[in-house]
């Protein structure tokens, strides 16, 4: 029984998708005609998925994903930034959440060299490492 309920409901819901389709219902949706911005999901566990799906939805950040976040924040200053004593502050600051980061972690955080923040990561340190910076 349970089964055919399932079958009639996709049917039905089918049904309803294309009859709204036909009424030109989904002609004016924001983004028409432009590719699907997917997210990337490959590293969540399949089981974890859903979960972390509706905790993004409520607005939650994991602490991982705002450190990372402020890193790239105080990479941002640290390159425009002109008085040398701010940027060694803001450099060890740097180091605490780097330390803060590896410390909840069972390893220390390892950026694939192909990852695009781990490019953006060295492209700035050895910004911040030429003379004048």
């Known amino acids: 029984m349970?089964?055919?309920?399932l079958h009639?409901?996709?049917?039905?819901?089918?049904k309803r998708i294309a009859q709204a389709a036909e009424e030109g219902a989904f002609d004016d949706l924001?983004?028409?005609?432009?590719?699907?911005?997917?997210?990337?999901?490959s590293r969540i566990p399949p089981?974890?998925?859903?979960?972390?799906?509706?905790?993004?939805n409520a607005g939650y950040v994991p602490?991982?994903?705002?450190?990372?976040k402020?890193?790239?924040?105080?990479?941002?200053?640290?390159?425009?930034c002109?008085?040398?004593?701010?940027?060694?502050r803001q450099m060890r600051k740097l180091d605490v959440l780097i330390l803060r980061m590896n410390s909840r972690r069972s390893r220390p955080v390892a950026l694939d060299e192909h990852d695009p923040y781990y490019e953006r990561?060295?492209?700035?340190?050895?910004?911040?490492?030429?003379?004048?910076h």
């Open 8 to 14: 009639f409901m996709a049917g039905l819901a089918e």
């Open 70 to 80: 402020e890193i790239d924040s105080l990479l941002d200053m640290l390159e425009a």
């Open 30 to 41: 924001p983004g028409r005609g432009r590719p699907l911005q997917l997210e990337d999901d």
């Open 82 to 88: 002109e008085d040398e004593a701010e940027k060694l």
């Open 47 to 56: 089981e974890l998925r859903m979960a972390f799906k509706v905790l993004k």
């Open 63 to 68: 602490p991982e994903i705002a450190e990372r």
């Open 2 to 5: 349970g089964e055919d309920l």
């Open 121 to 132: 990561v060295t492209r700035r340190v050895s910004l911040l490492k030429k003379p004048g």
